[in-house]
T-cell receptor, first 115, second 112 residues
Framework: DVKVTQSSRYLVKRTGEKVFLECVQDMDHENMFWYRQDPGLGLRLIYF???????EKGDIPEGYSVSREKKERFSLILESASTNQTSMYLC??????????????FGPGTRLTVL | AQSVAQPEDQVNVAEGNPLTVKCTYSVSGNPYLFWYVQYPNRGLQFLLK??????LVKGSYGFEAEFNKSQTSFHLKKPSALVSDSALYFC??????????FGPGTSLSVIP
């Protein structure tokens, strides 16, 4: 089974803190994604990566950065956390188009609260 | 612009009745369509996908979905709803560069 893990289920941080959210997948997937989920807005793509050291902006990249130094690990960084970044953060991975499986596999999510 | 719409925020259905959760999409080229489910306090789980072939696709937990190209729809269906089907359902479409766009979600409540 594909397994996507996220470093924390719950996080509470203060405004202005630097926050690291870690995601690891064990299926050798090339693509990895970070979303945030907010009620009524569905999942909005923050950043994605289709290879090591490669990254692409999603729909809402402002206030975030990412790092992919190893294929299995994709980190989301909030340089200076703000209250409007309070949300559920979901990591996902999949194989690229042309592979035998297109669906994404999701981690359990990290609920981040910024005070 | 490429997008996914789920016109109903909430769907209520009695246990044992058929259920439908609606999804329409707008995407250039051939669509790759997905349904995911999120149970309370759990991550998203893949239900089913349409890539090519038969317009009716079957997935997990007895769910199926019908792809309708002319109506650009991909509605999720189940012949007989269970209380345990109560969850948040997301429709998604895969675009070029492997980007996946999600709809806003539909909350399904199955009433005993």
């Amino acid at each position: 089974d594909v397994k996507v893990t996220q470093s924390s289920r719950y996080l509470v941080k203060r405004t202005g803190e630097k926050v690291f959210l870690e995601c690891v997948q064990d299926m050798d997937h090339e693509n990895m994604f970070w979303y945030r989920q907010d009620p009524g807005l569905g999942l909005r793509l923050i950043y994605f990566s289709y290879d090591v050291k490669m990254k692409e902006k999603g729909d809402i990249p402002e206030g975030y950065s990412v790092s992919r130094e190893k294929k299995e690990r994709f980190s989301l960084i909030l340089e200076s956390a703000s209250t409007n970044q309070t949300s559920m953060y979901l990591c996902a991975s999949n194989r690229p188009l042309g592979g035998d499986s297109y669906e994404q596999f999701f981690g359990p999510g990290t609920r981040l609260t910024v005070l | 612009a490429q997008s996914v719409a789920q016109p109903e925020d909430q769907v209520n259905v009695a246990e044992g009745n058929p259920l439908t959760v609606k999804c329409t999409y707008s995407v250039s080229g051939n669509p790759y369509l997905f349904w995911y489910v999120q149970y309370p306090n759990r991550g998203l789980q893949f239900l089913l996908k349409y890539i090519t072939g038969d317009n009716l696709v079957k997935g997990s937990y007895g769910f199926e979905a019908e792809f309708n190209k002319s109506q650009t729809s991909f509605h999720l269906k189940k012949p007989s709803a269970l209380v345990s089907d109560s969850a948040l359902y997301f429709c998604a479409v895969k675009t070029s560069y492997d980007k996946v766009i999600f709809g806003p979600g539909t909350s399904l409540s199955v009433i005993p």
